[in-house]
């Protein structure tokens, strides 16, 4: 039997704990997690309606996943990327040659620990390949938090080009850290006749840095953190301006990719676009094992191919988080997975629409698939915390939209909740039942009647 309050000590006393003050920390202890549930140590059982940060896509433990691990752990533990593993290859073929099948443009995948990780790669990959400093990066998205390994310039990190490989080039290698904000796009629902205001703006800041300087872009296709759906134009134009300017577009799917918006990846709800390199994790093995990767184009991979380029982690295609990709998209593969989340997140959607005809608190509805993100305002239509998607934790937390929501949610049985004051991420676990589905959202609108009493 667990000691939960030996624990409990422990936990409050040595471990550095993310986002909440020690004062205001809560202690929320999970004894186990299975399927679409968690349950606390104190026998209460959750109904997980977020996906924990919208990323265990396939419930907890899914039985493929666990399955193909224990397989592999039979033979395998760590083995480092200078040797090759089966399951390394397995999972590169999957992404490449079955769940992108049809695309002519990816070309190699290679496989992290982290999606930061993996954002962190990309963005160097980006930089290599275009010998450019500067990264574009969106208002209210989010990449990752850690800062700075590479820029500490040891001795490894670099690439020989092949056309001169006595050359060697630091990785990254250049004087500046070079990220560039840029607007953040339009909503789904921006009344908008032709150009978008954040293309135009965009686009004079390419101007201004210079199109020569700019590596890349970096996006996301529907914000997680920040939980916002962009316009249905914003993407195709962004893609046609970095294009037109020359630099790459690094499209960071590690929260949407693997079916989330009801399509493999977020990019591919607009016809006729396809990134340069591609960010992925969670999803990719129901975040099973800690995850992430990127997919190079096929020019991007190509040049790599050609050169030496020390980079890497330890972790680099470890075996167990390979096996995990491979049980976990050969589930989804073979079962239909993303029809599934096409089919319950209509409902979900149908559902939501009816609670923000209801409740005056709800501003917007937008997402896809099973990802939706829900705005609260005030009786002015308003954010109700000010900051919004900028939150910097302001003024009494217990009092923010989401918390209220998320205390109100656990009160009925549910996990529901969202990382920014004004918004709720509702993002259930792609093996969600309908009865589930019923559930969580009935948990909603309850929860939307405490914050309609308390701000709208
Ligand atoms: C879009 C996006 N990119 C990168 C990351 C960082 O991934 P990880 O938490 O696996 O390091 C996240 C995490 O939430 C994310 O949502």
Not at 33 to 59: C, H, P, W
Not at 117 to 127: G, P, R, W, Y
Not at 303 to 309: K, L, Q, T
């Amino acid at each position: 039997m667990t000691d939960w309050t030996e624990i409990e000590r422990w936990d409050r006393t040595y471990y550095l704990h993310n986002v909440q003050a020690q004062a205001d920390y809560s202690f929320l202890a999970v004894d186990r997690a299975d399927g679409n549930y968690i349950q606390l140590a104190d026998g209460t059982r959750l109904l997980d309606f977020q996906s924990q940060l919208v990323s265990d896509s396939m419930g907890h433990r899914h039985p493929a996943a666990v399955a193909a691990v224990e397989r592999a752990m039979a033979r395998y533990g760590h083995v480092f990327f200078g040797m090759a593993n089966e399951y390394r290859a397995r999972a590169a073929k999957l992404v490449i040659e079955d769940v992108l099948a049809g695309e002519d443009w990816p070309g190699r995948l290679r496989v992290f620990a982290s999606g930061t990780e993996a954002a962190e790669s990309a963005m160097t990959m980006a930089k290599l390949y275009t010998g450019r400093p500067v990264i574009l990066t969106q208002a209210h998205s989010f990449h990752g938090s850690t800062m700075g390994a590479t820029w500490l310039r040891g001795y490894r990190n670099c690439l020989n080009p092949a056309d001169d490989p006595d050359r060697v080039v630091d990785a990254p290698g250049f004087p500046s850290a070079g990220y560039i904000p840029i607007p953040p796009p339009e909503p789904i629902d921006a009344a908008v006749d032709g150009t978008l205001p954040s293309i135009a703006a965009t686009e004079a800041i390419v101007r201004a840095v210079g199109p020569e300087n700019i590596a890349a872009v970096i996006t996301e296709p529907m914000f997680g953190a920040g939980g916002l759906m962009p316009h249905d134009d914003y993407y195709p134009a962004l893609r046609e301006l970095s294009k037109r300017h020359g630099f790459l577009w690094i499209d960071d799917e590690v929260l949407c990719g693997f079916g989330r918006l009801g399509e493999w990846f977020g990019y591919q709800r607009h016809p006729g676009i396809a990134p340069d390199l591609m960010v992925v994790g969670k999803g990719i093995n129901g975040s099973l094992l800690p995850s992430g990767g990127v997919v190079a184009s096929k020019p991007v991979a190509e040049y790599f191919d050609r050169a030496r380029w020390w980079s890497g982690s330890t972790w680099d295609g470890h075996p167990l988080i390979c096996a995990s990709i491979v049980g976990n998209l050969e589930y989804m593969l073979e079962h239909d997975t993303l029809g599934r989340v096409r089919e319950k997140g209509e409902r979900v959607l149908a559902e939501l629409t009816r609670l923000a005809g209801r409740h005056p608190c709800v501003g917007r509805v937008g997402g896809a698939g099973l990802y939706y993100a829900v705005d609260l305002v005030n009786a002015d239509g308003e954010p109700i915390v000010p900051e919004d998607r900028y939150t910097g934790f302001t003024g009494d937390p217990a009092r923010h939209p989401n918390n209220l929501i998320a205390a109100e949610c656990a009160r009925h049985g549910v996990l529901l909740g969202g990382f920014v004051p004004n918004t709720i991420k509702v993002a259930p676990p792609f093996t969600i039942s309908d009865e589930e589905i019923d559930k969580g959202l009935s948990a909603l609108d309850a929860a939307l009647t405490v914050v309609d009493r308390a701000h709208a």
